[in-house]
């Protein structure tokens, strides 16, 4: 499927694919099915981009997992997005929602349950197992053995630059690979899926509110915003660049790896000691207050029982790898966390006053009933040995790009078309707006890379 090398042969198709995370690969597979010839172009050595990185949540609606109607799903999705969003963008998702699972199954990506996060009045976010690999890892895998045998062309270590056109028509991506310079005509569109702009420094300065560039990315290599450049550069519009751009998940500086133990029931604590959030609450929310707090510095504390329930979950099969401190007891997890500049006598007290109120069923400074938006029964931090998590706020994703109508076409910063440019995923900006729902970044991206997919096959 992968080819280290591009022959003559791989430079024209009818559509070319730029990049290969969950987008950019729904589309070839889409494309392919509809009769057009694809070539995908991935500018790192490995394909998946951030969807190899995920747990791929996909928040769906009738299902067989769940059956719930499209009516209330859109109503939570609107919600999600603080009201604030290109419309119709939620209405194309949840309207293609139902479909998107059965096409899925087809493909051999099977969900095996759901999840209720914030946002949600029912568990619309379908899990995979998880038992073999993540599941962003999974649905990359499959997605790319679909295509592969349907004849699509996946070439990587190839850095798409720039767009070429003529007549006002894009007509193709002009590369380079090792220095060297290469053409790829496309005959009936080009397909950018590049994925956001994480990992680019002068992006987020432009757009982002001031400090956001000190985020850390938890995306893949090639998240720099290839496919917004190339786009702006013919005058494609923009949608939703500041809003979007946010952190979302908890991190490790040291290593850079995400820490969400809080959904096993962790505690976060600023370098006072003291809580600053509801741990349940979606977790970008918890990084904004985390901004907020000395240093942007906070930790996350839990039990044994804690880090063995998280290590069940299927972020904790995706997000491992970060570091921790142990110790055999609180008092001494507190003295190992000073060195690292927390109050040790107000990290004690904070964990008793909220053992005592999981005891009490009672949470009176933030209101945290649940592990997880409504899901999950907190527990107290009580069974030793303790470990703690050192956190700053990091980014899986941001959520603006470039202006995209229902059928995925670019739209210029006049509202017109720009004819034989497409986009999908974290590449296109509206859909989520000013806010976000957990699910709906991988959902977006297979979602829209099908619809993207058919309307470049059709020309």
């Known amino acids: 499927m992968a080819r280290e090398n591009a022959g003559p042969a791989d430079r024209e198709a009818d559509v070319v694919v730029v990049g290969s995370g969950a987008a950019g690969l729904m589309a070839a597979v889409e494309a392919a099915d509809a009769g057009a010839s694809v070539v995908v172009l991935e500018s790192e050595p490995q394909t998946g981009g951030s969807t190899r990185l995920s747990g791929a949540y996909v928040a769906l609606c009738e299902t067989a997992l769940q059956p719930g109607g499209k009516a209330e799903f859109l109503e939570d999705l609107l919600h999600s997005h603080h009201d604030d969003c290109q419309e119709e ?48 890892a999974e649905i990359v895998t499959r997605l790319e053995d679909a295509a592969g045998r349907r004849g699509v062309r996946i070439l990587t270590s190839i850095k798409a630059r720039r767009l070429t056109a003529k007549d006002g028509r894009v007509t193709g991506v002009a590369a380079e690979r090792d220095g060297a310079d290469a053409t790829f005509a496309a005959r009936r569109g080009v397909i950018l899926a590049t994925g956001g702009f994480t990992r680019n420094a002068a992006l987020i300065r432009n757009f982002g509110r001031p400090g956001a560039d000190r985020m850390l990315p938890l995306t893949g290599q090639g998240s720099r915003g290839d496919g917004l450049i190339m786009g702006m550069a013919l005058g494609a519009g923009i949608s939703y660049m500041t809003a979007g751009v946010a952190p979302t998940s908890p991190s490790d500086p040291a290593t ?40 942007g510095a906070f930790v996350q504390v839990y039990d044994h029982a804690m880090r063995t329930a998280y290590a069940d979950t299927m972020m904790g ?92 076409r670019v739209r210029d910063v006049f509202g017109e078309p720009i004819p034989g440019l497409l986009a999908a995923g974290e590449t296109t900006g509206g859909f989520h707006g000013a806010g976000y729902m957990s699910g709906t970044f991988v959902g977006m991206a297979l979602i829209f890379g099908r619809v993207a997919g058919r309307v470049a096959a059709a020309g």
């Open 317 to 408: 099969k995706v997000l491992t790898g970060f570091e921790e401190i142990a110790a055999p007891t609180l008092a001494e997890l507190a003295e190992r966390l000073a060195p690292h500049g927390f109050d040790k006598e107000g990290v004690l007290a904070s964990v008793a006053r909220y053992n005592d109120g999981v005891a009490k069923g009672a949470d009176p400074d933030f209101g945290r009933t649940n592990l997880v938006g409504t899901s999950g029964e907190r527990r107290p931090v009580a069974d030793g040995p303790f470990h703690a998590a050192l956190c700053k706020a990091g980014t899986t994703h941001f959520n603006g790009g470039l202006t995209v109508d229902t059928s995925m």
């Open 89 to 136: 963008l939620s209405r194309l998702y949840v309207e293609e929602a139902p479909a998107t699972w059965r096409r899925l199954e087809g493909l051999g990506i099977h969900f095996v349950r759901t999840f209720q996060f914030a946002h949600m009045r029912k568990p619309w976010a379908h899990e995979l197992s998880g038992e073999k690999m993540g599941g962003g």
């Open 256 to 295: 850079g790896k995400g820490v969400m133990v809080l959904y096993a029931g962790a505690i976060a604590l600023n370098l006072s000691g003291n809580r600053f959030c509801r741990e349940s609450d979606l977790y970008i929310d918890t990084c904004w207050a985390a901004l907020a707090q000395k240093d």
